[in-house]
């Protein structure tokens, strides 16, 4: 006859092998988490030339409309070339517009937009699922040990410094 398992012990083992079971999302999270702490400054990013056209004599206003950019300004204007600030130019007689834009390399573009899906993307599933994951995790941590045990207690005092420096991290 089989022995029925204390909670405490089944929680260790689920808690072990989704714990090897998500330990490579968990990796990418954490670096995408990184990377995406730089994402207002160049880190790991590369000028990606791109060239369009669009209607010439165009003021910076319908420009800015054309090419689905916010407050777009013309710097300076010689020779029928409108130079736009760190974006590029505008060939005003021919249409011809040629931007730089700092973009992520594959790989890294592909572990930040994962990190970053949303409802319209298939992968926001994956993301739920893990986030359940991670809520297991901290839910069966305080399984592991018996409630009696000097090892949970200084845990919950632990657990008690980490929400404080959560709460301090989000209202200070």
């Known amino acids: 006859m089989a022995t029925k398992q204390p909670l ?7 808690h072990r092998y989704l714990g090897f079971f998500l330990s490579g999302v968990m ?7 990184i ?6 400054t160049s880190f790991l990013k590369q000028d990606v030339k791109q060239e369009r056209m669009v209607a010439a004599n165009l003021d910076a206003p319908r420009l800015a409309r054309a090419l689905k950019m916010k407050d777009l300004v013309f710097e300076r204007t010689e020779d029928n070339i409108a130079y736009l600030p760190k974006k590029g130019t505008y060939d005003l007689a021919t249409g011809r517009v040629v931007t730089y834009k700092k ?11 994962l990190h ?5 993307d298939p992968l926001y599933v994956l993301n739920i699922f893990f986030g359940v994951g991670l809520l297991f995790f901290v839910v069966s941590a ?9 090892i949970l ?8 410094g980490g ?8 209202f200070v």
């Open 153 to 160: 207690r200084k845990g919950l005092i632990f657990a008690a």
């Open 27 to 33: 990796a990418m999270y954490a670096l995408s988490g």
């Open 103 to 113: 973009k992520y390399g594959y790989v890294v573009d592909k572990i930040t937009h």
């Open 8 to 14: 405490s012990l089944k929680m260790r083992v689920w």
């Open 116 to 120: 970053k899906a949303t409802t319209n």
């Open 142 to 150: 305080f399984w592991m040990y018996m409630p009696s045990g000097p």
């Open 163 to 170: 929400i404080i420096l959560t709460l301090i991290m989000l």
């Open 35 to 40: 990377i995406l702490v730089f994402r207002k």
